[in-house]
């Protein structure tokens, strides 16, 4: 039986390469984006210690100054986590961007492995028919043989 040989396995290659680079491009992505996630709840909770520093201080003697300080904090809290939510959001669209171009990259890839299964199976029928032959040949070759040794 002769050899199976798909003559666009190179571009299989190529299709599989490009999937593992797209799959880690997309872990990438989701890593950055979990990152920046953390970020974000280390801030709020930050934050909720800065509110909660702010709730202190005003049950005490009033400490004009500490107060203003901490409603400084406060805002530039805000301020931080607003950015860090746009972070995120940049982050997510990069996931986006990632999870669709590694689909379409799947994609082609199954499309090229299903080209390989259709060439294959091809490949089979031809060679099932090709050995079908040549045993109808062998076959009528010793019948003819028979015959002429009978005479």
Do not use: C, P, W
């Not at 005003?58 to 406060?74: F, G, T, W």
């Not at 994609?107 to 040549?134: G, N, S, Y």
């Amino acid at each position: 039986m002769a050899r199976f040989v798909y003559r666009m396995q190179s571009i299989l290659n190529i299709k599989l390469k490009t999937e593992d680079q797209a799959r880690m491009e997309f872990g990438a992505a989701k890593h950055r984006l979990d990152l920046e996630n953390d970020r974000l709840e280390q801030m709020m909770e930050k934050r909720l210690g800065y509110l909660e520093e702010g709730r202190d201080l005003q049950k005490d003697r009033l400490k004009v100054h500490e107060i203003i300080d901490n409603r400084q904090y406060m805002k530039t809290m805000d301020d931080l986590i607003e950015q860090q939510k746009q972070t995120i959001r940049k982050a997510e669209k990069a996931v986006d961007v990632a999870r669709i171009r590694l689909t379409t990259v799947m994609q082609e890839r199954k499309m090229q492995e299903k080209l390989r299964e259709k060439a294959f199976e091809t490949f089979v029928q031809d060679e099932k028919e090709a050995e079908a032959r040549e045993t109808d040949q062998r076959s009528s070759f010793t019948y003819g043989q028979r015959i002429q040794n009978n005479r």
